[in-house]
């Protein structure tokens, strides 16, 4: 019998293991277990669960571990009978045995009549069922058989020696050739009409994108240019000036918008913008049934002047919903400021524009003020248009800025470890002039001095008020001030290169180098004019030392001034004049010793005085400044 039409049934241990089917690991196994039933072969197993389930190899595992045997039939018992010898146990192993008989060869028989071809095809007959039925047949001659033949009945032809002596063959019948068709209502009728209709669906997909892609590539091109005139008009009217632009043509940008090319106004020549963008907005145009558009102006450049007048223009029409602006510079001074990104607001004292650059550390809202903009802008972490050099930590600047000029009203700032505030003016026609009043609080002058460019090793906390001036081709040329007034006051500072200190105690050895003064405050007045630096030091106080006096910076850095230097407490005091010399690089310092003094004869002593001569008491008094011989100071 054929594998797949042989029905199992379960063992007891399949029975006990199917009734605690997470005992089986394999799921397949388990599945397997419980499908088998004692009445499905195993070609309907297959037939129902395809490929789901590895029929094979599951009844093979499961026969090797003895959970299911091969379910016998009456037609297999004699070949299953079991000997003495074998065990009881293994009954369904030995089930599975199939014993073949082969059938003995055919003698020559010559047909003699019909009775006895009759018969001798009954045996034939008989041991080819035998054989294909796998079965063995009882021992003993094959009986006659018992109804005798008819003699008016059909008979067979006779068959000739030629083809007595061909092999008998099994020829298959021939197969049944069905071809699909379309009206079939059958399962393959449905399986062809899915297979045509997939098969023309991808042929025509094809085409369906190319179409598509061609009809998209036309509407952008071609569709816009027939509306131009009436979109300029728009524009026109919204502006309530001309309007004129280069190219037209459709855009993803937005979601799919309308791209306008070099856009220019007549008005304001100054105002060019490189891309205009009209994006629909869907839902206030489906609840005002009209068009409403988000305008987007991309790298839109003028002049102060020019955004003032765009500012001032009222909306004529209620069709732009928002104005907004990305990558927008203003023309001041012959140099782009700023590259901001922000929108357009609209309210009761006019229109209001708020920007940002792409980092966000730069904020500026901006109003119009006639031809020019008031501008409120707040910054972190970045530089002036003039002393870029100078970084600021936070900085809020609020002023005027017009084509002429920039006029600073008030600006605030963080920076070098101090504040700095004043106000400022940069006018700009064949030159940038700028003046400032500029007040310190705690500045860091050593850092301050570096940014500078300055060669002066002087540190410590710098408070004071100065006026600025400078003049530069461009506002960002202008990086030094070429005029400098004011005064300042510094706090637990050092003098680098200038040792007073050293000076006094080496009075009388020529010029010292090196070193430095300590001081707990020191102010005074700086003045710059032309090429030379002054500054006057009217207090300097370090420990017992005090200092006062001027000196300058003159070209090349040179040196040149004198300081009164003070040295003692109470009442003895000694009092030197310093020279300074040199350079910023190298100063040199030196005392100058008194001219010496010629002692007269004292005059005698009358009245009071000649009695206090006598008590040897002195008269009081203010501060003796006595000469001293160098290295005598105590």
């Known amino acids: 019998m054929n594998f797949e039409d042989t029905v199992y049934v379960k063992t007891e241990l399949g029975d006990a293991r199917a009734k605690q089917p997470r005992s089986i690991s394999s799921h397949e196994l388990r599945a397997t277990l419980l499908l088998i039933d004692g009445r499905i072969t195993v070609r309907e197993m297959k037939r129902r669960f395809g490929s789901s389930l590895a029929i094979d190899p599951a009844v093979s595992e499961l026969l090797r571990e003895g959970l299911i045997r091969a379910k016998s039939t009456a037609t297999d018992a004699p070949a299953a009978t079991l000997t003495a010898e074998q065990d009881p146990d293994d009954e369904a192993a030995e089930s599975l045995l199939v014993v073949v008989e082969a059938p003995p060869?055919?003698?020559?028989?010559?047909?003699?009549?019909?009775?006895?071809?009759?018969?001798?095809?009954?045996?034939?007959?008989?041991?080819?069922?035998?054989?294909?039925?796998?079965?063995?047949?009882?021992?003993?001659?094959?009986?006659?058989?018992?109804?005798?033949?008819?003699?008016?009945?059909?008979?067979?032809?006779?068959?000739?020696?030629?083809?007595?002596?061909?092999?008998?063959?099994?020829?298959?019948?021939?197969?049944?050739?069905?071809?699909?068709?379309?009206?079939?209502?059958?399962?393959?009728?449905?399986?062809?009409?899915?297979?045509?209709?997939?098969?023309?669906?991808?042929?025509?997909?094809?085409?369906?994108?190319?179409?598509?892609?061609?009809?998209l590539v036309v509407a952008a091109f071609l569709l816009p240019e027939r509306y131009r005139a009436d979109v300029e008009s728009a524009m026109s009217t919204q502006l309530?000036?001309?309007?004129?632009?280069?190219?037209?043509?459709?855009?993803?940008?937005?979601?799919?918008?309308?791209?306008?090319?070099?856009?220019?106004?007549?008005?304001?020549?100054?105002?060019?913008?490189?891309e205009v963008y009209l994006i629909p907005d869907w839902p206030a145009s489906l609840r005002a049934v009209d068009w409403r558009v988000t305008v987007k102006i991309t790298e839109l450049r003028g002049t102060p002047s020019a955004f003032a007048r765009v500012l001032a223009m009222p909306a004529r029409s209620s069709a732009v919903v928002e104005t907004l602006f990305e990558r927008l510079s203003v023309t001041a001074g012959g140099e782009q400021w700023a590259l901001l990104s922000g929108s357009v607001t609209h309210d009761q004292n006019g229109a209001t524009a708020t920007l940002r650059d792409a980092l966000g550390g730069l904020s500026v809202t901006a109003t119009g003020d006639g031809d020019a903009?008031?501008?409120?802008?707040?910054?972190?972490?970045?530089?002036?248009?003039?002393?870029?050099?100078?970084?600021?930590?936070?900085?809020?600047?609020?002023?005027?800025?017009?084509?002429?000029?920039?006029?600073?009203?008030?600006?605030?700032?963080?920076?070098?470890?101090?504040?700095?505030?004043?106000?400022?003016?940069?006018?700009?026609?064949?030159?940038?002039?700028?003046?400032?009043?500029?007040?310190?609080?705690?500045?860091?002058?050593?850092?301050?001095?570096?940014?500078?460019?300055?060669?002066?090793?002087?540190?410590?906390?710098?408070?004071?008020?100065?006026?600025?001036?400078?003049?530069?081709?461009?506002?960002?040329?202008?990086?030094?001030?070429?005029?400098v007034n004011g005064r300042f006051d510094i706090a637990n500072g050092a003098l680098g290169g200038i040792d007073l200190g050293a000076a006094m105690r080496e009075r009388g050895s020529g010029k010292i180098q090196g070193g430095e003064t300590r001081?707990?405050?020191?102010?005074?007045?700086?003045?710059?004019?032309?090429?030379?630096?002054?500054?006057?030091?009217?207090?300097?106080?370090?420990?017992?030392?005090?200092?006062?006096?001027?000196?300058?910076?003159?070209?090349?850095?040179?040196?040149?001034?004198?300081?009164?230097?003070?040295?003692?407490?109470?009442?003895?005091?000694?009092?030197?004049?310093?020279?300074?010399?040199?350079?910023?690089?190298?100063?040199?310092?030196?005392?100058?010793?008194?001219?010496?003094?010629?002692?007269?004869?004292?005059?005698?002593?009358?009245?009071?005085?000649?009695?206090?001569?006598?008590?040897g008491q002195e008269t009081p008094g203010g501060s003796l400044e006595v000469p001293v011989v160098p290295g005598s100071l105590r």
Not at 422 to 443: C, F, H, P, Y
Request: aromatic fraction near 4%.
């Open 105 to 215: 060869e055919a003698p020559e028989v010559e047909v003699i009549d019909v009775a006895e071809v009759e018969t001798d095809d009954v045996a034939a007959g008989a041991g080819a069922q035998s054989v294909k039925d796998e079965r063995i047949e009882p021992e003993g001659e094959i009986p006659a058989h018992d109804e005798p033949l008819d003699p008016n009945g059909a008979q067979e032809p006779m068959v000739g020696e030629s083809e007595r002596d061909k092999p008998i063959t099994d020829e298959p019948p021939p197969a049944l050739v069905v071809s699909p068709r379309l009206g079939d209502s059958t399962r393959g009728g449905m399986i062809a009409l899915g297979f045509f209709v997939e098969r023309l669906w991808r042929g025509l997909l094809p085409i369906a994108a190319f179409l598509l892609i061609g009809a």
């Open 240 to 274: 309530g000036t001309s309007v004129r632009f280069g190219g037209l043509r459709a855009s993803f940008a937005g979601g799919g918008s309308l791209q306008l090319s070099d856009v220019r106004v007549e008005a304001i020549p100054s105002l060019r913008a490189s």
């Open 373 to 483: 903009l008031r501008v409120d802008a707040v910054a972190v972490n970045q530089v002036l248009p003039v002393f870029s050099q100078i970084p600021f930590n936070t900085m809020q600047v609020v002023g005027r800025l017009s084509d002429e000029g920039f006029d600073v009203g008030s600006f605030g700032a963080s920076a070098l470890d101090g504040k700095l505030s004043g106000s400022a003016k940069l006018v700009w026609e064949d030159n940038t002039r700028m003046t400032a009043e500029v007040a310190l609080s705690q500045i860091n002058a050593e850092g301050l001095l570096k940014r500078l460019g300055s060669s002066v090793r002087l540190s410590g906390s710098v408070s004071g008020a100065f006026t600025l001036g400078g003049v530069a081709a461009h506002p960002s040329e202008i990086r030094y001030a070429s005029s």
């Open 519 to 615: 001081f707990e405050t020191m102010s005074g007045t700086l003045t710059r004019k032309a090429e030379s630096l002054e500054v006057q030091v009217s207090r300097l106080e370090a420990g017992a030392l005090e200092a006062s006096g001027t000196f300058k910076i003159g070209a090349l850095e040179s040196l040149s001034g004198v300081l009164t230097t003070v040295v003692g407490r109470g009442d003895r005091r000694v009092r030197l004049p310093v020279d300074i010399g040199g350079s910023l690089a190298a100063p040199t310092l030196e005392a100058r010793l008194p001219p010496p003094v010629v002692e007269a004869p004292p005059a005698p002593a009358v009245g009071v005085d000649a009695f206090e001569a006598s008590l």
